[in-house]
């Protein structure tokens, strides 16, 4: 039976690229000299460092930007609020999101059966399992999810015949 996966998840190597390189342009560019702005990361959790608010955003453009040239999407990044860390330095927390809640795989085996499509969704922890009898049911319901508005970036995999 015809199956594939539903999975929401940032690769980690081209997240660490991405930081080292927007670490690299923070540390080159001339608008950052002497200014103590940087990028650093723990696992799944990204720290920006800078001098003020308006540099705190610029290094987070940098990022997002490097982020999307390694095919990281943006809307898997959810910055927390800006602190202030002494003097005039501040700091925020970017948590980068791996695997699908619960409250979302709801909504979407949900999509999924109202839709019509003669395909089944299961939920396997942080991923779904999508099967039906046809490749192109599953190819319809692939196309269904693309087209939905969703609040996380969702990746197709494991496509089985």
Known sequence: MP???IVSKVETAE???AVD???REVGTRYDFKGSSAKLERQENLLTLYADSEFQ???VQDILYAKAAKRGIDVASFDPQKI???GGDKVKQLIKVKQGIDKELARKIVKLVKDSGLKVQA???GEELRISGKKRDD???CIALLRGA???EPLQFVNFRD
């Open 83 to 85: 602190e202030a860390i």
């Open 149 to 151: 508005k969703l609040e």
């Open 15 to 17: 997240l660490t690229n």
């Open 138 to 140: 599953l190819q319809g």
């Open 3 to 5: 199956s594939f996966d």
């Open 122 to 124: 299961a939920i396997q």
């Open 21 to 23: 390189q927007a670490n």
């Open 56 to 58: 705190l955003r610029q």
